[in-house]
């Protein structure tokens, strides 16, 4: 589904992914690990297409196409997602009309039909309350005085409206607390199937005891530096990314 | 001769047609002599120094029709708010239309002021209010005055609430190649009365129109007055509005300004406080594109304890277009416990585009809350890469997060139609549709 090969970019002149190599298929769940700094979220914007980021070196192939040049919404008209570690506050624009114009956006460029009042209502009924969203939330400014925990929810909440076929979570665990943090994974989880696929990005093992991965990589310098099952994320929580540097070298 | 010699010239013929013996001539007369020494204003004027008027008064306008043009409801029902029949005065090149209004006498008047003016029975109440609140040292509405013929006449007795919103609605037709047009509004709410008006000015060809208008509302104690000014003209269209409000205790008016469209618009609104506990809102959205230029000039003068005043004026600025606002509240020592809230909040799109924002308080009472700020800036950049990713393009996602940004000046349009109408004005101007009602 997304292949990444030897992958380079600059960010206002600066070196920052320095070959990174990653391949994630159908069904799958991958856990992206680093410590502060490593790049991890540079590549999940460099995945959904942030302008800013310039690929100078390699490709990214999603679904067998090369995506270097789309744009962020072509991106996600084809299916990638990306949920962000920091939710943008945006006043005045409700949630509810925010991921009405998101759904049909889609849609539009997919050649489909708008989806109906009903259908959009009734999709939105279901998928809030799989992550415990009061509904008074949805006719609320998008993310605006919204706790760290509410902005995490709402981000999956869109994930589950969007149904993409590829998500990216950059640090959906940041800012939540142990309730909150089951509540997001479970709508991560529930999410997840044979014909979709999950990247994670984390700091901590924490999150991977709730949302399971296939792969653990580790990113450092900008570079995949190791990969492995589930056992190294546990590696990680228990060493720290010490052993891991100093084997690079 | 220039434009100003011609209005002068020209009101000996615009004296035939009207009655010389009644009282508001002497207005007229009074009026023409101030506009003579004043002129038009230049950028010399403080409250002029970001407009000039230099290119519309250049030309040679026709100062009346030369004969009443035929416009079928179908040319203009668009510009109606609803379908239902609700009360409607509509002007065509400065002249009554019977046949596309719909005007009542039946516990309250909606009607014309030349009616008014004529009939004696009206001749107190126009004795009482008409040019009161004007001030003299506006010259734009001393010319105003001067021609004072036709416009809209409101009165609201006690108690009384009109059951819909009353439009009142200009259309030029482009049988002159130019016109200049001054409508004069009266309207006079008694004690407790309600009532919501719309107002537009509409060229229905795209030939060069001026209008200035004067709107006098006197808002008796505990009325209530909700008036909205679209602004959405052709691009050859250019309005000065002039609307002056006199407030008694107790009453509340507010004032919504949509300028989307003209060439020039100036928008000269004063607020004018005669009793305790009033409260005055003026909110403006303005989005320009290409050469327009939109001034707002308010002014609202606390002169009376516990009273409250809220302006919120947002702009967003494309191309080449220019934005003023100047905002002038003045509270006078007898006006304690004022509480006045002053915002005006600009985007701009282009490095041509530009706004000159300018508060102006005079405070003379020690005991008052007044607060003021502006801000210009651009749309968040990470704001966009946020809804790009989620599908939504470049464009729309401007479009969302324009919207967004002038969403609490339409979350008060109490009229839902007017709200839908605005919202879809707004996606037009911004060249969108979008999947959910904007």
Redesign the interface.
């Given at each position: 589904m997304l292949e990444i090969n030897n992958l380079h970019c600059k960010i206002e002149g600066r070196s920052i992914l320095k070959g990174v190599n990653l391949k994630v298929k159908k069904g799958e769940i991958h856990a992206i690990m680093g410590p502060n700094g490593s790049d991890k979220s540079t590549l999940a914007n460099v995945i959904?297409?942030?302008?800013d980021y310039e690929v100078t070196k390699g490709n990214l192939y999603y679904k067998t196409n090369e995506i270097n040049e789309l744009?962020?919404?072509e991106?996600?008209?084809d299916g990638i997602?990306?949920s962000?570690q920091y939710?943008?506050e945006?006043?005045?624009?409700t949630v509810?009309?925010?991921i009405?114009?998101?759904?049909?956006?889609?849609?539009?460029?997919r050649g489909l039909d708008?989806?109906s009042s009903r259908e959009m209502l009734k999709k939105i009924r279901e998928k809030s309350s799989l992550l415990d969203i009061d509904t008074k939330f949805l006719s609320r400014?998008?993310n605006e005085g919204f706790s760290g925990g509410e902005k995490k929810r709402n981000e999956i909440f869109?994930m589950a409206m969007?149904e993409p076929e590829l998500a990216v979570l950059d640090e959906t665990d940041s800012g939540l607390d142990i309730d909150a943090l089951k509540i997001v994974a479970n709508g991560v989880m529930k999410f997840s199937n044979d014909d979709n696929a999950v990247v994670v990005i984390t700091h901590y093992q924490r999150l991977l005891d709730y949302i399971v991965p296939d792969f653990v990589h580790v990113i450092l310098d900008g570079k995949v530096i190791k990969s492995g099952d589930k056992s190294l994320a546990k590696k990680i929580e228990d060493k720290g990314y010490d052993w891991l540097k100093k084997e690079k070298k | 001769m220039d434009f100003k010699e011609k209005l002068l010239d020209s009101h000996l013929a615009f004296e035939q047609d009207v009655d010389l013996l009644h009282p508001i001539h002497d207005y007229r007369k009074k009026a023409l002599k101030r506009f003579e020494s004043d002129g038009f204003p230049t950028k010399s004027d403080e409250l002029w120094k970001y407009t000039s008027l230099a290119s519309i008064i250049q030309k040679d306008y026709h100062l009346s029709p030369t004969s009443e043009s035929n416009i079928e409801l179908k040319d203009v029902k668009k510009y109606f708010l609803n379908d239902i029949d609700s009360f409607k005065l509509v002007f065509v090149d400065g002249i009554f239309s019977p046949f596309l209004s719909k005007t009542t006498h039946d516990g309250m008047d909606i009607c014309v002021l030349s009616a008014a003016i004529s009939k004696s029975k009206y001749k107190k109440t126009i004795k009482k209010y008409f040019n009161k609140v004007v001030p003299e040292n506006e010259s734009l509405s001393s010319l105003n005055t001067s021609y004072t013929r036709e416009g809209a006449y409101i009165f609201i007795p006690k108690n009384m609430e009109p059951e819909d919103p009353i439009q009142i609605l200009h259309f030029s037709t482009g049988a002159q190649k130019s016109i200049w047009l001054q409508p004069r509004n009266l309207i006079v709410m008694e004690a407790n009365s309600n009532v919501q008006i719309i107002e537009r000015h509409q060229s229905l060809s795209d030939h060069k129109v001026v209008t200035n208008s004067v709107t006098e509302i006197y808002a008796d104690s505990n009325s209530h007055v909700d008036y909205y000014k679209i602004q959405n003209d052709l691009l050859t269209s250019s309005l000065i509005d002039n609307t002056f409000i006199s407030q008694e205790k107790d009453s509340n008016v507010s004032v919504h300004t949509f300028s989307l469209g003209g060439q020039l618009t100036r928008n000269n609104l004063r607020f004018y406080h005669k009793g305790s506990n009033i409260s005055s809102t003026l909110k403006g959205l303005t989005i320009l594109e290409a050469k327009q230029h939109v001034d707002h000039n308010t002014l609202v003068h606390h002169a009376k304890p516990n009273c409250e005043s809220h302006q919120d004026y947002k702009g967003i600025f494309s191309d080449s277009s220019v934005g003023v606002f100047n905002g002038r509240i003045i509270v006078e020592r007898e006006a304690q416990k004022t509480n006045a809230f002053q915002q005006n909040n600009n985007i701009l799109t282009t490095d041509k585009s530009k706004i000159n924002t300018k508060p102006q308080l005079e405070i003379f009472a020690d005991d008052v809350k007044c607060s003021h700020g502006c801000t210009i800036g651009q749309l968040d950049k990470q704001a966009l890469f946020y809804l790009n990713s989620r599908g939504i393009p470049e464009k729309e996602a401007r479009a969302l997060l324009t919207y967004g940004f002038a969403n609490n000046v339409l979350e008060s349009v109490k009229i839902p139609n007017l709200n839908k109408r605005i919202k879809k004005l707004i996606a037009y101007k911004l060249g969108v549709n979008l999947g959910f009602d904007l």
């Open positions: 959904s297409g942030h302008e744009s962020a919404s991106r996600a008209h997602f990306m962000f939710p943008v945006i006043p005045g624009l509810t009309n925010f009405k114009a998101a759904i049909n956006e889609s849609r539009k460029a708008e989806m400014s998008l869109q969007l | -």
